[in-house]
Nanobody, 123 residues
C-alpha cells in the first residue's frame, strides 16, 4: 500500500507560479513511478509530468518548458513547480504512484492516488 498526500494548490493569475508537493508513505521502491495528473473542467484526466523508476522525466507537450517535476528521495516527496501558468492549467491536480509502469503519462497503470488539490488560474 502507498499513501499520498498533496499540498500546494491555490489560485493565481495567469503568468504566476505555484508549487505542488506530494508526500508518499508505504511501499515506495525502486520500481515505483510517481507523477502528476490533472482534470480540468469538462475534460478527461490527463498526465502532466512523471518521474519513472529510472528517474527519467516525462512531460505533457502542453507543459514542457513551464513545469518541472522533481523528487526528494530522502523525504519521499514529489514536487511540481509550475511557472507561467495559463488559464487552461486550471483543474484538480492528483499525485499518483504505480509500480512497474510502462505508459508513464497514461494513468491507467497507477494504483495509488492522492485526494487531489485544486489549481485555479485566472486571466
Amino acid at each position: 500500500q502507498v499513501q499520498l498526500v498533496e499540498a500546494g494548490g491555490g489560485s493565481v493569475q495567469a503568468g504566476g507560479s505555484l508549487r505542488l508537493s506530494c508526500t508518499a508513505s508505504g511501499n515506495i521502491h525502486s520500481g515505483t513511478s510517481m507523477g502528476w495528473f490533472r482534470q480540468g473542467p469538462g475534460h478527461e484526466r490527463e498526465g502532466v509530468a512523471v518521474i519513472d523508476s529510472t528517474r527519467r522525466t516525462h512531460y505533457a507537450d502542453s507543459v514542457k518548458g513551464r513545469f518541472t517535476i522533481s523528487k526528494d528521495n530522502a523525504k519521499n516527496t514529489l514536487y511540481l513547480q509550475m511557472n507561467n501558468l495559463k488559464v487552461e492549467d486550471t483543474g484538480i491536480y492528483y499525485c499518483a504512484a504505480g509500480h512497474w509502469v510502462a505508459d508513464h503519462l497514461g494513468g491507467l497503470e497507477y494504483t495509488y492516488w492522492g485526494q487531489g488539490t485544486q489549481v485555479t488560474v485566472s486571466s
